[in-house]
Nanobody, 117 residues
């Protein structure tokens, strides 16, 4: 079982920066997290992947955030962060942390990011 707790959302002006963090609490045996990711969902839109990081692989980003967002993971602490720079109004959404073990997918409760123009 994996519990995810996000933090770091808020209101920022266009061009500003925010840093999102997600801490994973893992209980039980066999719950090794091999992938962590950030997704977002804007009002009236489908949830979309923003960035993900898989152990041993290079991070992947949505085209809309490449060059502005950076995902990083601390395997020892089971945390993942999303550094968001040069934010735009279209980045406004609820951001969700996601973790995958072999066979299960877990979601955080979401954190609101609002970018004003």
């Amino acid at each position: 079982q994996v519990q995810l707790v996000e933090s770091g959302g808020g209101l920022v002006q266009s061009g500003g920066s925010l840093r999102l963090s997600c801490a994973a609490s893992v209980t039980g045996s066999g719950s090794s997290i091999y992938r962590m990711a950030w997704y977002r969902q804007a009002p009236g839109k489908q949830r979309e992947m923003v960035a993900d990081i898989i152990s041993g692989s290079e991070p992947k980003y949505a085209d809309s955030v490449k060059g502005r967002f950076t995902i990083s993971r601390d395997n020892a602490k089971n945390t993942v962060t999303l550094q968001m720079n040069n934010l735009k109004p279209e980045d406004t959404a609820v951001y969700y942390c996601n973790a995958r073990t072999y066979g299960y997918v877990f979601w955080g409760q979401g954190t609101q990011v609002t970018v004003s123009s």
